[in-house]
T-cell receptor, first 118, second 108 residues
Framework: DGGITQSPKYLFRKEGQNVTLSCEQNLNHDAMYWYRQDPGQGLRLIYYSQIVNDFQKGDIAEGYSVSREKKESFPLTVTSAQKNPTAFYLC?????????????????FGAGTRLSVL | EDQVTQSPEALRLQEGESSSLNCSYTVSGLRGLFWYRQDPGKGPEFLFTLYSAGEEKEKERLKATLTKKESFLHITAPKPEDSATYLCAASSGSRLTFGEGTQLTVNP
């Protein structure tokens, strides 16, 4: 089955610790995205990548880092600089801007990772 | 700056009671208006995308419509399994701007 896999489902972070959330897709999509969801605030974009080895900051990138070394993978690291990391993190992918189809911007989501602070 | 506003924040319906959810958007050059369904603790599930004013799409009890300033998600004769949060998003490029969602509860 094609889809987006996020792991782990639940994650706990200790004070001063960096943690990495995994996102893998087998949809052959070029573009991948990370969002943060807090209660009552909708989805906010952290980082996105349109192609391998390239990524851009979203609206709330401070305290987070990403890499895009493979087309299939877009891991997100929540660093110790992120002082309020407790949230539901969602990864998404889309065909990508270079595709010749109106459907290129449709984003498909993984099941999410819930991060809490110990 | 792109903006998306959804109303109401929450909606309670009786089974069979039809209603509509609203999504107002302000984007510079709309390249798509998207509706998603999100169940508690899960990722959003894609429902519809609309690209131009006047466009309509249907799926079971749901119908999405689009004007130049807003989109509506009409729910006809809803069932309890339609209970979820419905998210609207607008695109002016490769990014989506999401609204805060409407939490729909359908009571049997």
């Amino acid at each position: 089955d094609g889809g987006i896999t996020q792991s782990p489902k639940y994650l706990f972070r200790k004070e001063g610790q960096n943690v990495t959330l995994s996102c893998e897709q087998n949809l052959n999509h070029d573009a991948m995205y990370w969002y943060r969801q807090d209660p009552g605030q909708g989805l906010r974009l952290i980082y996105y990548s349109q192609i391998v080895n390239d990524f851009q900051k979203g609206d709330i990138a401070e305290g987070y880092s990403v890499s895009r070394e493979k087309k299939e993978s877009f891991p997100l690291t929540v660093t110790s600089a992120q002082k309020n990391p407790t949230a539901f993190y969602l990864c998404a992918s889309s065909i990508g801007r270079l595709a010749g189809t109106l459907a290129k911007n449709i984003q498909y989501f993984g099941a999410g990772t819930r991060l809490s602070v110990l | 700056e792109d903006q998306v506003t959804q109303s109401p924040e929450a909606l309670r319906l009786q089974e069979g009671e039809s209603s509509s959810l609203n999504c107002s958007y302000t984007v510079s050059g709309l390249r798509g208006l998207f509706w998603y369904r999100q169940d508690p603790g899960k990722g959003p599930e894609f429902l519809f995308t609309l690209y131009s004013a006047g466009e309509e799409k249907e799926k079971e009890r749901l119908k999405a419509t689009l004007t130049k300033k807003e989109s509506f998600l009409h729910i006809t004769a809803p069932k309890p399994e339609d209970s979820a949060t419905y998210l609207c998003a607008a695109s002016s490029g490769s990014r989506l701007t999401f609204g805060e969602g409407t939490q729909l509860t359908v009571n049997p």
